[in-house]
Nanobody
Framework: QVQLVESGGGLVQAGGSLRLSCAASGRIFSSYAIGWFRQAPGKEREFVSVISWSGGSTYYADSVKGRFTISRDNAKNTVYLQMNSLKPEDTAVYYC?????????????????WGQGTQVTVSS
C-alpha cells in the first residue's frame, strides 16, 4: 500500500524559511512524480509545485515561483519543498501527492495518493 507522510511544518515569521518533506513507501518511489498542494482556511486546495519522476522537470505556481524549490532524493524515497521568503498568505495545510502512473500533473485530478498534510503558519 502506498503511503505518503509529510513533515516539517510549523510556525514561522514572515520572511522566514521552512523545509517540508514527503516520505513515500509502498512502491518504486523513483518511478513517480510527486506534487505539493496546499489548502488555506475557507479556500480550495491549490497546486504549489511538482517534480517529475526523474527529477528533471519541476513546475511551480506563480504565487511561489522564485521562493519555493522542490527536489527529490530517490535514495531516501523523499521529496522536499524548500520554502523561503514566506508570507502570511502561504499559511495553509500542505499536502504531498502522487499519481498512479508516470505522468506529471498540475491539478488534483491527476493524483491518486495523498498524505495527511502538515500545517504551515506564517505570522506577520
Amino acid at each position: 500500500q502506498v503511503q505518503l507522510v509529510e513533515s516539517g511544518g510549523g510556525l514561522v515569521q514572515a520572511g522566514g524559511s521552512l523545509r517540508l518533506s514527503c516520505a513515500a513507501s509502498g512502491r518504486i518511489f523513483s518511478s513517480y512524480a510527486i506534487g505539493w498542494f496546499r489548502q488555506a482556511p475557507g479556500k480550495e486546495r491549490e497546486f504549489v509545485s511538482v517534480i517529475s519522476w526523474s527529477g528533471g522537470s519541476t513546475y511551480y505556481a506563480d504565487s511561489v515561483k522564485g521562493r519555493f524549490t522542490i527536489s527529490r532524493d530517490n535514495a531516501k524515497n523523499t521529496v522536499y519543498l524548500q520554502m523561503n521568503s514566506l508570507k502570511p498568505e502561504d499559511t495553509a495545510v500542505y499536502y504531498c501527492a502522487s499519481p498512479d502512473n508516470s505522468g506529471t500533473y498540475y491539478t488534483e485530478s491527476g493524483y491518486h495518493y495523498w498524505g495527511q498534510g502538515t500545517q504551515v503558519t506564517v505570522s506577520s
